[in-house]
């Protein structure tokens, strides 16, 4: 008897033109094109998370959104992040969710997670270059700037 394992399904192309993909320098680069990749009827009702994919020269691979959750949370699967960051080769990465509510402020859970993620990616050699927090206002929150991660 023939036993097949269960894998999730990630496409991974690369662009051709990489050179012309957007680079990140700045923690307001990364929140300028996260914003323009928000749903903007979504950001104010409930929790999601992203991730950006970036190659060895912080040019942006892809956007990812990682999980939708409620109005004052969402469920992150870091394997499921990890196992989307192998697919697609990608050497950094920078986290993101919004605040429904407006609140620029990092939570306990929030920077307990960026840790734990952190921790993990060290393994992959894949670098966590920032955590931001965006708000449906278009401000945000970046753990980078505000010396946590």
Known sequence: M???????SISYKEQNNIENAPSIKSSSDAAELLFENWDSDTITLYESFKVLFLNNSNKV??????????ITGTLVDIRILFATALKSLSVGIILAHNHPSGKLRASN???ELTKKIKNAAELFDIKVLDHLIITPDGNYYSFADNHII
């Open 2 to 8: 023939k036993s097949k394992v269960n894998e999730i």
């Open 61 to 70: 691979k892809g956007v990812y959104e990682l999980s939708r959750g409620g």
């Open 109 to 111: 859970a929030d920077i």
